[in-house]
């Protein structure tokens, strides 16, 4: 059985919320999944002030942990156009992973989230990709035989899953962003399965 590491940061919950629709994916595909997030860079005041989503259930993570999972599917929302910092800053921290080489071959994807239709998802999606190619994984999209790619006007690109909260910040994904939040986590884990078989 296929391992598979849902590893998010969410502000406000758009990314948590997606996180638990692509795990439901890799489950539904027979994967054993754990959802965690990294780190929060800033003090408790100032998440405070900003309104951030402190209280989430999903563990905190730590690099070791990335060993232990046969492939990873990674969660940010959109920057200007690039991951948040402390995503970024999770993944400038897995140089002894690359050193060894711990995670080469193994399958990955990404997904992420803005406040609007042009809020750099694209950009955020590819820019995630990059560690994952120097670590040597086997980064994947979500392919256009996938129906809702061609229809979404919301999230979802070749590149990986994507919300829009639109102006309200509302966290709620729609039905389209909720099917390839969940085809993305069942397509990953199926590739994961059949590359675990002897």
Not at 5 to 21: D, K
Not at 22 to 44: M, Q
């Amino acid at each position: 059985m296929a391992k598979v590491l849902v590893l998010y940061y969410s502000s406000y919950g758009h990314i948590e919320t997606m996180a638990e629709a692509i795990a439901e994916g890799a489950r539904s595909a027979g994967a054993t999944v754990d959802i965690k997030r990294v780190p929060e860079l800033v003090s408790d005041e100032l998440a405070a002030k900003s309104h951030f989503k402190t209280q989430q259930a999903a563990p905190v993570a730590e690099v070791a942990d990335l060993a232990h999972y046969d492939a990873i599917i990674v969660g940010t929302p959109t920057r200007f156009g690039n991951m948040a910092a402390p995503m970024k800053y999770f993944w400038d921290g897995t140089l002894a992973a690359w050193q060894n080489g711990t995670l080469v071959g193994k399958p990955a994807c990404v997904f992420t989230s803005s406040g609007s239709q042009h809020g750099g998802n694209e950009s955020t999606l590819l820019s995630m990709t990059l560690p994952l190619m120097h670590h040597g994984m086997l980064v994947m999209g979500l392919p256009f035989t996938e129906p809702d790619v061609h229809h979404t006007r919301q999230g979802g690109t070749p590149y990986g899953a994507s919300h829009v909260a639109g102006a309200d910040g509302s966290p709620a994904l729609s039905e389209t962003e909720s099917r390839l939040a969940f085809a993305q986590g069942r397509r990953l884990a199926n590739i994961a399965l059949k590359l675990s078989r002897p």
